[in-house]
């Protein structure tokens, strides 16, 4: 029991460490925040299909990413939220092919657009940061996601050994 508790601590450390540095990665080419954003952290959001430590390990690495990053301060309160909503969504649809995929990029392109508006006073319509934001969370989610998924699926045993989901 003890052995699955420290491995469950150890995989979400390594999960939300991963997290800070690929979207340090993003944010050197200007991509982690703003209207248009592609973040290569929002990959590991499909990490909660093999382990219940990718839960806590992505949202404290954009709880984390998010104060480091600079952001204000509603952005760390609700787009960490937005990444939890996606996590949990990707943990209770871990059993469906590819739809697992969908509750981040929905979280980010339902909170995201508002948090810009009201955060930062960007000014673009709404609709149109759902889709710069909805874009973004495609290519990081549903095409990097998947790619990381299906190099993770062959080794799951390996890589995730405690049946904790």
Known sequence: MQNKKVLFITQAAAIAALYVVLTFISNMFGL?????????SEALTILPVFTTAGIPGVVIGCLLSNILTGCALPDIIFGTFATLLGALGTYYLRNTKFVFTVPPVLANIIIVPQVLRYAYGVTDAIPFLMFTVGVGEVISVMGLGMLLYVALKARKDILFPAKNY
């Open 32 to 40: 982690a925040n703003g209207a248009i954003q592609v973040r290569i």
